[in-house]
């Protein structure tokens, strides 16, 4: 950040009075600019037994294999914000079971919210966001060529709780440099 989206002046990195991390702060017109981690909400559908995965049409990562998962928007929920880049991926329509993952992405500011859901009826096609819609068994999971470390561990956990017949809230934490740690909440 150059500017103060308050006045226009520029701004100063330092650490505010009564903080404890340095801010962009406008000397002008004291305005603290703060920046949060992005929130990343999305689902694991499944139907038959299968998981439901997006080919993306976007970068980043175009072409490789997804769950449907996006930026929440202002002004809604992180179920409601799961249900919709599931509408917006994947032309399909879930019903929200539980929150199952829970990932700080630290080195890029993110946390991604993974619910598991169903998909009642077989009933999805691509989008503008993406290439190709399909039901994948464990088998058949493209673990290659999956977009995101956050898909595959979520993708992993989601098989290995399948065959113990439970799905506890995992709490994930990677860092760019560190081995993802895993905490179970049941």
Known sequence: MKFCTQCGESVER????????????????????????????????IHDGKVLLCRRAIEPR??????????????????????RETLEEACAEVEIDTLYTLTSIVHVNQVQLIYLAQLPQPRFAPSEESLEVRLFDEAEIPWDELAFETIRQVLRLYFEDRRRGRFPLRHIDIDRDATPSVRIHD
Do not use: K, Q, S
Not at 24 to 37: L, R
Not at 67 to 78: K, Q, R, S
């Open 14 to 45: 330092r650490i505010p009075e009564g903080d404890n991390r340095e801010r962009h702060v406008c000397p002008a017109c004291g305005t603290i600019h703060y920046h949060n981690p992005r929130i990343i909400a999305g689902c694991l559908p």
């Open 62 to 83: 175009l072409g490789y294999w997804t769950l449907p998962a996006g930026f929440m928007e202002n002004g809604e929920t992180t179920e409601a914000a799961a249900r």
